[in-house]
């Protein structure tokens, strides 16, 4: 079974249920939320949004890969990437309805 | 950055917006998500990135320190991919583009 796929335009549409801005408002404050979010990461630091999860940025060190199809190694160079770590809240909700323990 | 210092941030860059309605707004994003993944629908942010649910199915794991097999039950989890405008601001590569104008990939 395939599945929906949320996106901003959903998101400022339940900002606008919600709270009562006008929908222009509700789209551009998803955006500011967003854009908050982003500029703190980019400056190097963690953002912790409680019960549901963290973002932090891990720096990566240079390693050696292989392109899987010619086999050439080539040098990857050092970068930062974003982790997300989901809290037991958001975990324990996603696996609610599921039969924990059971077939 | 907590919630509560987002909140706050937002509070500030809209002085005609209540605190309480601010607080609303943001919960209402991240609960709007959760709920979207505990559908197991996918959550696509274009240039920010994207959420989505794996599954894992029940396996017979390990007790490392015993060597006991234990039943893991079946789960789902949730998982973040980071989009092509944020990964390339975090290492500093010009983004031509706002980053919501970008392609996905």
Redesign the interface.
């Known amino acids: 079974m395939e599945n929906t796929t949320i996106t901003r335009a959903d998101l400022a549409e339940a900002v606008y249920e919600e709270v009562g801005l006008s929908r222009n408002e509700s789209a551009e404050l998803v955006e500011a939320v967003l854009d908050e979010i982003s500029d703190e990461l980019v400056k190097g630091e963690n953002v912790k949004i409680s019960s549901f999860g963290s973002f932090s940025v891990r720096e990566k060190g240079e390693r050696i890969g292989r392109n899987p199809k010619t086999g050439v190694e080539v040098p990857i160079l050092p970068r930062k990437v974003l982790v997300f770590r989901a809290s037991h809240v958001l975990k324990d909700r996603i696996n609610e309805g599921t039969e924990q323990g059971t077939e | ?3 509560s210092e ?1 909140i706050q ?2 509070a500030e ?2 002085p005609h ?1 209540y605190l309480r ?1 601010v607080e ?3 919960d ?7 709920e ?14 994207a ?1 989505s ?1 794996k599954h894992r199915e ?1 396996r017979i794991g390990r007790n490392p320190r015993t060597g006991e097999s234990v ?1 893991v ?8 991919k ?1 989009g092509k405008g ?2 390339e ?3 500093d590569e010009p983004t031509d583009m706002p ?2 104008e970008d392609s996905w990939y």
């Not at chain 2, 209402?28 to 959760?34: A, D, G, P, R």
């Not at chain 2, 039950?73 to 973040?80: D, E, G, T, W």
Request: proline content about 6%.
């Open positions: 950055m907590t919630k987002l941030r937002l860059q809209n917006l309605d609303k707004i943001v209402t994003i991240f609960e709007e998500i959760t979207a993944l505990v559908r197991g629908d996918r959550v696509e942010l274009r240039g920010f990135g959420f649910v029940a039943p039950a079946a789960k789902r989890l949730p998982f973040f980071t944020l990964r601001r975090l290492n980053p919501k």
